[in-house]
């Protein structure tokens, strides 16, 4: 069974970098058409799809974060990595990791990490 | 990018009743490749989202019967037949047609 397992910082300090790491279990994320990615849903407000990495290294950035975001994949581990720079409080959200089958088909959700951007 | 609109907000519903859902996007969901991908989720209180209907119309394994989705172009619909008392939370639709993907404000069903 897929079981996809956020972990990370709970609290980031405004202009630093949020991290996130995804571990993957249950399946492969070098699994032909499969892509692996991350979701946030901030207070009050819409989810909004993040990024993700397709099975063969591949990135996918939402434009409006395309400047301060990173995805990354490592294969040995069964992980994909976060990385979103400059942090404001409007980036305070439950993020969640996310098995994408294509056409942000997401099928599978990992059950989140609130993330605080405060000082 | 492709706005996804949901209505109502927030949907009240005596036990056994039937319920829906509208959503509707700027733009044509209708991919180049014939298909429209549309979804939607259903989040209970504290949990994640869980996918419940894909490609407009397919319900997930495991979900009931109850659940319908109907739509084409702009215009898509959810439907419970009878709600139950574990339909309570919030349901989304998402558009996958277009990049980047997006999804509707939520619908918060709660019961009478």
């Known amino acids: 069974q897929l079981q996809l397992q956020e972990s990370g910082p709970g609290l980031v300090k405004p202009s630093e970098t949020l991290s996130l790491t995804c571990s993957v279990s249950?399946?492969?994320?070098?699994?032909?058409?499969?892509?692996w990615g991350w979701v946030r849903h901030p207070p009050g407000k819409d989810l909004e799809w993040i990024g993700s990495v397709s099975y063969d290294g591949t990135t996918y950035y939402n434009p409006s974060l395309r400047s301060r975001l990173t995805i990354t994949a490592d294969r040995s581990r069964n992980e994909i990595s976060l990385r979103l720079t400059s942090v404001t409080a409007a980036d305070t959200a439950v993020y969640f990791c996310a098995r994408d089958r294509g056409h942000y088909d997401i099928d599978q959700w990992g059950r989140g990490a609130l993330v605080t951007v405060s000082s | 990018d492709v706005v996804m609109t949901q209505s109502p907000l927030s949907l009240p519903v005596t036990l056994g009743q039937p319920a829906s859902i509208s959503c509707w996007s700027s733009q044509s969901l209708v991919h180049s490749d014939g298909n429209i991908y549309l979804n939607w989720y259903h989040q209970r209180p504290g949990q994640s989202p869980r996918r419940l209907i894909y490609k407009v119309s397919n319900r997930d394994s495991g979900v009931p019967d109850r659940f319908s989705g109907s739509g084409s172009g702009t215009d898509f619909t959810l439907k419970i037949s009878r709600v139950e008392a574990e339909d309570v939370g919030a349901y989304y639709c998402?558009?996958?047609?277009?990049?980047?993907?997006?999804f509707g404000q939520g619908t918060r069903l709660e019961i009478k």
């Open positions: 998402m558009q996958g047609t277009h990049s980047p993907g997006a």
């Open positions: 249950g399946a492969s994320i070098t699994s032909s058409g499969s892509f």
